[in-house]
């Protein structure tokens, strides 16, 4: 067992003495495997270093390339006709004839000839868009929002600002007009309107003269006057209708026929007593 174990030590001497003749017969700087690096003596503390992966090789620096720009569709009906109505009617009819080409005759061909066509169409379209914000931004009169606001804030002022000069209006109204209502007993949607009127009628102050083309009442109008010569006159032919009468100069507008609100009689009568046509639209 003793001889056993010395032999296995002089192995084991012999090996490392053969290591060190190989090791000091290096040139300096140079380790085994063909490395360059440093010898391993003085890169002790890096531990078992030879189980590293090797160094990652250095990347090529690249520049970054420029955002790519969507290039509008090239015009294909370029040189047309000079006229632009002409030009407009010719180019509808060249994508519709594609197209009715593409779904007769769906080949790859045709139908890529149809999408060139529309996706200039849809450019062009893009373009006259982005055109259109850009003047109307930049040209106020032509900005059709500061006459009528688009936005929820804006929109609330102007609805607000709105209702309080026809109230006003109406109620200046209903100094020296009143209504005539004209109804029937037997008249479902009068019962349902009689008592909007009625609150109309007290909310601004606006007599009404509710006359009856059956001799039949409402709740709200007890006392009707009964008369279809009136009715007659004024070419009354559905009920409910409500005029407005203007007693000192006779003159009688109608304002409607048929279940209203009371904003529906409000903007009625402020248009028709006060604004002429194309001033509120």
Same mark, same amino acid.
């Given at each position: ?12 001497? %012999?090996?490392l003495?053969? @290591? ?12 085994? %495997? ?18 590293q ?16 720009r ?14 632009? @109505? ?11 004839r594609?197209?009715? +080409? ?7 061909? %045709?139908?890529?000839?149809?999408? +060139? ?5 849809l450019?062009?379209?893009?373009r ?13 009169? @032509? ?7 688009t ?29 005539? &209502? ?10 349902? &309107?009689?008592?909007?009127l ?9 007599e ?9 009442? @409402?709740?709200? &109008? ?11 006159e ?27 609100s ?12 006060r ?7």
């Open positions: 067992m003793m001889k056993t174990k010395s032999v296995a030590k002089a192995i084991a001497f %012999n090996a003495a053969m @290591l060190a003749l190989v090791l000091t017969a290096m040139p300096a700087g140079a380790v085994p %495997n063909g490395s360059t690096d440093t010898d391993y003596f003085n890169r002790n503390a890096e531990g078992w270093f030879w189980y992966d090797p160094p990652p090789e250095p990347e090529e620096e690249t520049s970054p390339e420029p955002e790519s969507q290039q509008a569709s090239p015009d294909p009906f370029a040189g047309g006709p000079a006229d632009p @109505l002409e030009r407009l009617e010719a180019i509808q009819k060249a994508i519709e594609a197209k009715a +080409r593409a779904v007769l005759e769906p080949t790859e061909e %045709n139908l890529a000839e149809y999408l +060139r066509l529309n996706q200039w169409q450019d062009q379209s893009a006259f868009a982005d055109v259109w914000r850009r003047v109307v931004w930049q040209t106020p009169e @032509l900005d059709y929002s500061l006459r009528r606001p936005m929820n804030l804006a929109v609330h002022e102007y609805q607000d600002q709105r209702s309080r000069t026809r109230a006003r209006a109406v109620a200046e109204v209903a100094k020296t007009h009143g209504l005539f &209502f004209f109804f029937k007993g037997s008249c479902p949607y009068c019962h349902v &309107f009689s008592p909007i009625r609150k109309f009628s007290e909310a601004y102050g606006i009404i003269l509710p006359i009856s083309l059956d001799g039949g009442t @409402l709740p709200e &109008f007890p006392r009707p006057r009964v008369d279809t010569r009136v009715a007659a004024l070419g009354v032919k559905t009920v409910p209708s409500v005029f407005l009468v203007d007693p000192a100069r006779r003159n009688v507008i109608p304002v409607g026929s048929g279940v209203m009371m904003q529906d009689l409000v903007e009625r009568i402020y248009v028709l007593t604004t002429r046509p194309g001033e509120d639209f």
